[in-house]
């Protein structure tokens, strides 16, 4: 089993930064970690990921704004979000691709402001 724990969300004005973390336990290797959002009212997208051993991807909306990161010998993602706007307001997730298997947080919600 793995356990994924969002953290750092909060309000924040546009133009603003925040850093989410998500802290994995229960299985220590975890083939790619991944962001999600899903913003009021609609479906949850995609945000970015990263593998293991480094590469990433970026949803266009979030790509130059948003940087994705990871300490493997703390178990822990990083999502730093700059320059952010009101439509980046969503709840945010993690997700890991461990053991064949795809677990999730329980979300962390970022509201930005205009």
């Known amino acids: 089993q793995v356990q994924l724990v969002e953290s750092g969300g909060g309000s924040v004005q546009a133009g603003g930064s925040r850093r989410l973390s998500c802290e994995r336990s229960g299985y220590i290797y975890c083939r790619s970690m991944s962001w999600y959002r899903q913003p009021p009212g609609r479906q949850r997208e995609f945000v970015s990921f990263?593998?293991?051993?480094?590469?990433?991807a970026y949803a266009d909306s979030v790509k130059g704004r948003f940087t994705i990161s990871q300490d493997n010998a703390k178990n822990t993602l990083y999502l730093q979000m700059n320059t952010l706007k009101p439509e980046d307001t969503a709840m945010y997730y993690c997700?890991?691709?461990?053991?064949?298997?795809?677990?999730w947080g329980q979300g962390t919600q970022v509201t930005v402001s205009s």
């Open positions: 997700k890991g691709l461990c053991g064949g298997r795809d677990y």
């Open positions: 990263i593998t293991h051993d480094g590469s990433a």
